[in-house]
């Protein structure tokens, strides 16, 4: 498999690892999160992030990082970009999530897996099965 399409195969199992989490965050009020980006409350930004995620991961394995957007345009829905990380001593991945009308979508930007054991398609599998690991499984 090629590079580019790791990339596109991590990026589909993320964005459906936390796509529960994902639609949490879609619950919330977009001006919320607009208002908490443009006067640079972080903190308040990153506790709506971890409530949501505490909702359906382990505490801490959902953070934010230290930077989020809001992309506008005169012809487009508004966009809020939230910079996340995945945190486990086996696994660290910084992503994207941008969060509009349309639903949610996900950007990968850096993996990696410390316990590398040079197989990227075994890597790649890993990412989904500690995915499904770290979720609470509601019944």
């Not at 443009?38 to 934010?64: K, Q, R, Y």
């Not at 850096?110 to 398609?121: K, L, R, T």
Request: charged share 20%; with cysteine; hydrophobic share 50%.
């Amino acid at each position: 498999m090629l590079p580019t399409d790791q990339k596109l195969a991590r990026e589909a199992i993320l964005a459906e690892g936390i796509a529960p989490f994902a639609e949490e965050l879609l619950l919330a009020d977009p001006v919320h999160f607009a208002a908490f980006i443009a006067l640079d409350l972080h903190v308040s930004l990153a506790e709506i992030v971890n409530e949501a995620a505490n909702f359906h991961f382990m505490p801490g394995f959902i953070t934010l990082g230290n930077s989020s957007s809001i992309v506008l345009g005169w012809n487009k829905l508004p966009e809020i970009c939230l910079d996340l990380a995945l945190n486990r001593t086996d696994l660290q991945a910084y992503f994207r999530l941008f969060l509009s009308g349309e639903g949610a979508r996900v950007q990968l930007d850096y993996i990696a897996f410390p316990n590398n054991n040079g197989d990227p398609d075994a890597n790649t599998r890993y990412l989904a099965e500690t995915l499904q690991a770290e979720q609470f499984m509601l019944t």
